[in-house]
């Protein structure tokens, strides 16, 4: 089982330049997220989607935008890369039920902003 | 609003030494909580859970009961070995659409 398949595992990009991240769940989960890890700072959450088709902002989501493609995909665009960007994300899936289900991680990007 | 307070790192024991990390919620519902764990360079993968009040959750050794009545979910182990040494999460849901984590807590075990 893939489980959260995240693309690229790594990326070096120049300040101004743009990206998408890429991820894909195959767990048939409604709800993804994406949360970047910063030392110190634990786990924050850029954006979620609870529904394809939906979608939130998180505690930090200035300099990013998300597409829900369709309940498999979803991903994470940086428009102008700035090096306050510099972190390592992770795309997480989950299944809401009575019995709230974990969250499943994928294995990362580590982006730096040069 | 909801949250997860644990306890500051990092942690340095030797092998065999008893573990444990303190872990402390806000919540408006009826949380699940779980701790997770992340080895270098991965991802976080989950530890073990709890859904309702006084569940025990294990796995690989490790332990966390779920205390509604001091808010608490504190990771525990009798004997920590080297291939332990990690991050650990601890983190909520009562949702199921939005999780809340602790800051981590590094753990490093020495021979």
């Known amino acids: 089982n893939a489980g959260v398949t995240q693309t690229p595992k790594f990326q070096v990009l120049k300040t101004g330049q743009s990206m998408t991240l890429q991820c894909a769940q195959d767990?048939?989960?409604?709800?993804m997220y994406w949360y970047r890890q910063d030392p110190g700072m634990g786990l924050r959450l850029i954006y979620y989607?609870?529904?394809?088709?939906?979608?939130d902002k998180g505690e930090v989501p200035n300099g990013y935008n998300v597409s829900r493609l369709n309940k498999r995909e979803f991903s994470l665009r940086l428009e102008s890369a700035a090096p306050s960007q510099t972190s390592v994300y992770f795309c997480?899936?989950?299944?809401?039920?009575?019995?709230?289900?974990?969250?499943?991680f994928g294995q990362g990007t580590r982006l730096t902003v040069v | 609003g909801d949250s997860v307070t644990q306890m500051e790192g990092p942690v340095t024991l030797s092998e065999e030494a008893f573990l444990t990390i303190n872990c402390t919620y806000t919540a408006t519902g009826y949380p699940s909580l779980f701790w997770y764990v992340q080895y270098p360079g991965e991802g976080l993968q989950l530890l073990l859970k709890a859904t309702k009040a006084d569940d025990k959750g294990s796995n690989k050794g490790f332990e966390a009961t779920y205390r509604k009545e001091t808010t608490s979910f504190h990771l525990e182990k009798g004997s920590v070995q080297v291939s332990d040494s990690a991050v650990y999460f601890c983190a909520l849901t009562t949702t199921g659409n939005q999780f809340y984590f602790g800051t981590g807590t590094s753990l490093t075990v020495i021979p």
């Open positions: 989607s609870a529904s394809e088709g939906t979608t």
């Open positions: 767990m048939n989960h409604n709800s």
């Open positions: 997480a899936s989950s299944q809401p039920g009575r019995l709230n289900t974990e969250a499943f």
